[in-house]
């Protein structure tokens, strides 16, 4: 399905501000410390309905569904699987193309799971569309690890 994308004439500070608070919101859709997040049953707040997360994990790729991956997040967060849970942003940088953007984040996660306390780190990238309700994640790809970290790449 192609729509046509919406004029803007934001300032870059707006886009930002935007950018950041749906930042925000997805890493808060994981945060079980008090009660499940609202929007784990409202995804299209902030995700694109066709929207792809992939995860690498070593050499292994898992590319998902929206449905498909938050599924499961859903009943860990509520059946005790996953306790006191969050996940936080530790460093970001925000690149915007008039109405596409990407995030680069390191961030952190903490709680327990299966009774074994959970601290690590990681690096997701964000894909974002401007559309006529705002910001979408278009997709999203991570890695944890504790030792992946963006660099730049040589020209």
């Given at each position: ?59 292994v790729m ?27 942003e530790t ?24 009774d074994q ?39």
């Open positions: 399905m192609t729509t046509t994308a919406p004029r803007h004439d934001a300032t870059a500070s707006d886009e930002v501000v935007a950018i950041d608070a749906l930042a925000a919101a997805f890493y808060a859709l994981f945060d079980n410390r008090q009660g499940l997040s609202p929007l784990l049953d409202s995804p299209q707040a902030l995700f694109l309905h066709d929207a792809v997360i992939v995860r690498r994990d070593g050499d898992t590319a998902m569904s929206l449905d498909a991956f938050l599924t499961p997040r859903r009943r860990w967060l509520s059946d005790g699987t996953l306790v006191d849970f969050h996940e936080f460093q970001s940088r925000t690149f915007v193309a008039d109405g596409i953007a990407t995030r680069l984040s390191r961030y952190r996660k903490q709680g327990q799971r299966d306390r959970i601290d690590g780190e990681g690096a997701k990238s964000l894909h974002l569309v401007r559309t006529e309700a705002g910001w979408r994640i278009a997709s999203v790809v991570w890695q944890d690890g504790d030792d992946v970290a963006w660099r730049e790449a040589a020209p």
